[in-house]
Nanobody, 116 residues
């Protein structure tokens, strides 16, 4: 059974930090890209950051310099270190994994709320 279990969300004040984690298990094939998306109320889900199997990273412009994505392949885990958080970072954050055979997986989502 495939599971992406997220942890680490919560409530933080402006300027604070949070770290999100996502552990993948039961994945069929090899994990390729791992990523974090977010969806704020009334908005479309957007890609926040991604990391490929060779550790190439990408970030949406609004988080560059503040967020860091990383992965531990031995643990099938992806992290998102979020610093200098702003109220506009408030959203539900989703872990995403793409694997061989073109199969994609999503985490259950975790709420991040940044108070002003």
């Amino acid at each position: 059974q495939v599971q992406l279990v997220q942890s680490g969300g919560g409530l933080v004040q402006t300027g604070g930090s949070l770290t999100l984690s996502c552990v993948a298990s039961g994945i069929v094939g090899r994990i390729k890209t791992m990523a974090w998306y977010r969806q704020a109320p009334g908005k479309q889900r957007e890609l926040v950051a991604s990391i490929t199997s060779d550790d190439t990273t990408t970030y949406t412009d609004s988080v560059k310099g503040r967020f860091t994505i990383s992965r531990d392949n031995a643990k099938n885990t992806v992290y998102l270190q979020m610093n200098s958080l702003k109220p506009e970072d408030t959203a539900v954050y989703y872990c995403f994994v793409s694997a061989t055979f073109g199969i994609n997986y999503w985490g259950q989502g975790t709420q991040v709320t940044v108070s002003s």
